[in-house]
């Protein structure tokens, strides 16, 4: 238990110091590369003052997982012990990969100046590969449950079509962390949440490899906060959002529980499902609208709500379901 508190520890202050660090270098860089987001006509107007504010800045925190992770497992390798951790290794490299496809993503927008980049299809095809590329090598080295059984009725999945399913639900979630990135700290706030539920779990289970991700996540997130709470001065863009959404899901996949998504994951898929019900229903309308913007944080804007409120709401509605989570799973 000490040699867990201590590697959480010296992970969270780790990622904390370097992405603070990262960010105090990236966000002139980005500057002086005109890296600034574009906002769309469609959005809200009063969002229009944000237009310039540098983009990518997930880059920032991305590094410094990387090089604390690294780190760690220099560590472990001496001491003999680094295949204990390989579905800590799968999940990394699934974030960084997803985190790739928001900088091609992101990085499109920069040279087209324009908030569209690769089309949502392009996107959705190189998340389902990688999402099966993992979820398949996750399987074959055993690190995955062979089956699910979805509560209350108690039937079980497996076999192709838990695989899947897993896809659909891992996808979904990596887009919903996604669509939170909309409002100033609103994604870095709620996934930091996320990141105290699996720093607990890691404690509770004793479980060194997933207190690395909870402290590399704790520490992403505040480190990324310095810079990222209102008024933002940069945005971790499609590079970070896609990172945080698959580290999350790669880590309940680590866990051994993926289905404690739709309460650790409840803010992402709030902001999933507003987004997809308001399109169905716009469609079937012909033209009205279910909530008067999408994703559900700018309906609550339009309703008058701050910025700073919403951030505080949705990260105290985020905490109640990951509280849920863990009494659920003690």
Known sequence: MKELIITFVLVTVGVFALTALAERILIPILRSHKAGQKILDIGPRWHKSKEGTPIMGGIGFILAILAVVALF??????????????????????AVSNGAIGFVDDYCKLIKKQNEGLTRMQKLVLQFAITAGYLCVMGYT?????????????????????????????????????????????????????????ALFAFYAKDTGLSVVGGAIIGATLGFLLYNIHPAKVFMGDTGSLFLGAIVMGTLFQMQEPLLLFLVCAVYIFELLSTVLQILYFKATHGKRLFKMAPIHHHFEKCGWSENKIVIVFALVQFAFCALAFILTR
């Open 73 to 94: 497992f220099v560590y472990v390798g001496i001491k003999g012990e680094a295949t204990k951790y390989i579905p800590l290794a799968l999940t990394i490299a699934f």
């Open 142 to 198: 055993g690190y995955l449950p062979s089956q699910i059984v979805i509560p209350l009725i108690n039937l079980p999945i497996r076999g192709v079509l838990w695989y899947i399913l897993a896809a659909i639900l891992t996808v979904g979630v990596i887009n919903g962390a996604n669509f939170t990135d909309g409002l100033d700290g609103l994604a870095s706030t709620v996934t930091y949440v996320i990141g105290i539920f699996f």
